[in-house]
């Protein structure tokens, strides 16, 4: 059984430091990453959150990378938000509609690289690098901004001919890798999140609360293991399910090293259907 944040002592404290944190960063002012040149695109940092609406301390980390990744509260960084709904907490009085035992299998790969000694929620992971609580304000912009200062693969999202409503297609290419030395295998990922999710929770630590949720990841699967990334390129296609609002999906692609889950650079995409591009 994974080891879980909340005692019924741990929970309190817990969920009353995070509720204090929250508040004291809720309006500072947007974090800046270091200058680059005019015109440049953003840098791109992804930042995972283990959640679950079982989790009574969850509620303000959803808020915060909601926050983060839809205010843009670092400047000159896009923040691509996977928010990754674990499996462990649904025999405790409520099964969260958006988890799978996936994300909880990826946040024991991520507890196994970081040394930890097992799981708990709400936990935020910048590219792969840093983890925390996930409600801690600070922390976060601080990881974001540190992320965003490394060097990144450059990594695009090319509309595909053969797109439909259904099944969009992409070409992903890394054109290059940044200058990064990548140490051993690499994996890249695909993800399709939904924004605009809420919940009414009827049971368990939330319920009668409305949850909003940020960027939900849908589905997640790997492309391909390379061993050499650079000029990689690849067609593949999304299978969409017909429950997702389509006006709400993106595409997130990322790159990271096999053994230690660095992410070493991403791309993400809205799926609109009109007008796909990198």
């Known amino acids: ?35 680059r040149a005019p015109g440049s695109a953003p840098r791109v940092v992804v930042v995972e959150l283990f959640t679950s609406e079982g989790c009574s301390s969850c509620p303000p980390a959803d808020a915060l990378l909601k926050e ?7 400047k000159g960084v896009q923040i691509v938000a996977l928010e990754e709904h674990v499996d462990y907490w649904n025999h405790l009085g409520w099964k969260d509609p958006y988890s799978a035992a996936e994300f909880s299998q990826r946040q024991n790969d991520y507890a ?43 990594i695009a999202l090319v509309a595909g001919v053969n797109s439909s409503s259904d099944k969009p297609a992409f070409e992903v290419q890394v054109k290059s890798l940044g200058g990064i030395s ?27 609360e409305t949850l909003k949720h940020a960027a939900v990841v849908r589905s997640l699967r790997k492309i391909d293991t390379l061993r050499d990334p650079s000029g990689y390129q690849h067609q593949i296609q999304l299978a969409l399910d017909p429950g997702w609002k389509k006006d709400n999906l993106a595409a997130v692609v990322f790159l990271a090293e096999k053994n230690s889950h660095k992410i070493l650079g991403a791309a993400s995409t809205a799926l609109d259907f009109t007008n796909i591009s990198h």
Do not use: C
């Open 1 to 35: 059984m994974p080891k879980l944040l909340q005692s019924p002592l741990f929970a309190a404290a817990t969920v009353g430091v995070a509720a204090l944190l929250v508040l004291l960063n809720f309006g500072r002012t947007n974090s800046v990453a270091a200058p």
């Open 68 to 74: 983060l990744s839809e205010q843009r509260k670092v």
């Open 182 to 208: 990548v140490r051993g295998e690499s994996e890249l990922w695909i993800a399709v999140t939904e924004k605009g999710l809420q919940t009414d929770v009827k049971a368990g630590e939330n319920s009668g």
């Open 112 to 154: 196994q690289v970081f040394g930890s000694d097992g799981v708990y929620t709400p936990q935020m992971v910048v590219d792969g690098k840093s983890e925390f609580v996930g409600s801690r304000s600070l922390a976060a912009r601080e990881a974001i901004e540190r992320a965003a200062n490394q060097p990144k693969a450059e």
